[in-house]
């Protein structure tokens, strides 16, 4: 996404920590292990345009590759495309508050 975008992105996505939270890098992808942008360990690669950075966020794929990996006997998850729902509220994930 652009610069301006990607602030606007983390100012948002900031609001809620609970979620996926603000981005957890953004530019050089090599900074946070990555030494190919276009053969990503999971899902499909995207274009990155000139006047464009690439933003990251956290993921729910590796925690869940800990938990094969661990090879727990059950597991309630995500698969990409698929998020997890709950009757959580926004305001719950938002902030610091406690969610109950």
């Known amino acids: 996404m652009t610069a301006d975008f990607a602030l606007q992105a983390s100012r948002i996505t900031g609001r809620f920590p609970r979620a996926h939270g603000s981005p957890v890098h953004q530019g050089d992808p090599s900074q946070i292990g990555i030494s190919n942008i276009n053969r990503p360990d999971y899902g499909e690669s995207v274009t990155i345009h000139p ?5 990251f966020w956290a993921c729910g794929v590796t925690p869940q590759a800990v938990a094969v990996a661990s090879k727990i006997p059950f597991l309630i998850t995500h698969s990409p495309g698929h998020m997890f729902v709950s009757d959580w509220t926004d305001n719950q994930l938002e902030g610091e508050e406690k969610v109950r």
């Open 51 to 55: 006047n464009e950075i690439p933003v």
